[in-house]
């Protein structure tokens, strides 16, 4: 059974960092895409990173571009995402996908449960 498990969530001011973190169990994802998705109330879930597993690829959101970092541990079987010089419009649930490389939603086939961040001005 595949599981994927977000941690690190939590409330910080503008100009903060948090660093997200998602523990992937259930199957090998070697030939998987991890990425990172947000949804802010009342708004569609957005792409913001995706890194492929095997051969550490990435690809950035261009609101993240520059300030968020994603990043991986075989070893462990966890995906990071660094988020530094936060923004209140950051403030949303993040979640973490497994599935095929690209942006869209519909190319993700395992989830997890979501943090929240939450960025104060």
């Known amino acids: 059974q595949v599981q994927l498990v977000e941690s690190g969530g939590g409330l910080v001011q503008a100009g903060g960092s948090l660093r997200l973190s998602c523990a992937a169990s259930?199957?090998?994802?070697?030939?998987?895409?991890m990425g990172w998705f947000r949804q802010a109330p009342g708004k569609e879930r957005e792409f913001v990173t995706a890194?492929?597993?095997?051969?550490?690829?990435?690809l950035y959101a261009d609101s993240v571009k520059g300030r968020f970092t994603i990043s991986r541990d075989n070893a462990k079987n966890t995906v990071f995402l660094q988020m530094n010089s936060l923004k209140p419009e950051d403030t949303a649930v993040y979640y973490c996908a497994a599935g095929a490389w690209g942006t869209s939603r519909r190319q993700y086939n395992y989830w997890g449960q979501g943090t929240q961040v939450t960025v104060s001005s």
């Open positions: 890194i492929r597993w095997r051969f550490g690829n990435t």
């Open positions: 259930g199957r090998t994802f070697s030939d998987y895409t």
